[in-house]
């Protein structure tokens, strides 16, 4: 896999997937919530709700639980008092590892999130310790198939939308884009026909940490599956690189 690979293409190269689609529901209802509270209910002025909105959609959560969750943030009940943490740490061999979660109880869910690393061969460190190593970008996947011009072409005409950068992969094609261009790059290219295997803001990693010890690699993969498992972790970063033949000896 890439460098630049995210765990989320993992978990589709490895067919992980929550089988419970409460879950999923669960979280992206906590992202409606907090969105609208923050910025309100008005979906055009308020980015991250419209973003959360989507992701919503693509993972077909009813629309009546999309009114719900909005009405509910913006409405401010007392019972919507979720809060925003980032937690981070180390996972094995001292790849970097963020957690983003929203939690009604900070001491529960800091607990948690350290039992889980420390059970798994990692260790939570303090705020900072390796925040310094991600950046937030705009992330468009798409199949290579779903190319209809050349790669010259299609990569002017991403630029031209106001992409940074645009790498072509053999099961691949990603565009990054800064979070503010990210909207636009998106509604461009979906204008000229085209659709994302996934379509979010991401924080990627600067540099990445390759690793070809299956044993090390099967506690790592763990550990992202546990703390995507976690109920109130919204998403979970790294700067791991797990190469492909790896992969299938420990799938």
Sequence with gaps: MSGHSKWSTIKRKKGKADAEKGKIFTKLGREIIVAAKMGGANVEGNFRLKIAIQKAKAANMPNDNIKRAIQKGAGNQDDNNFEELTYEGYGPGGVAIMVNVLTDNRNRTAGEIR??????????????????????????????????????????????????DIQFEEDSVRILTSPEDFEEVKDGLEKEGYSFVEADIDMLPDTTVEVTDPEQARLLVRLM?????????????????IPDEVMDQIS
């Design 115 to 164: 039992h889980i690393f420390s059970k798994n061969g990692g260790n939570m460190g303090e705020t900072g310790c390796v925040g310094w190593m991600f950046n937030k970008k705009g992330v468009l996947d798409l199949n290579p198939e779903d190319i209809t011009v050349s790669e010259d072409d299609f990569m002017l005409m991403a630029l031209e939308l106001g992409a940074e």
């Design 225 to 241: 599956d546990y703390l995507d498992e976690h109920d109130d972790v919204q998403n979970a970063y790294n700067n791991f690189d």
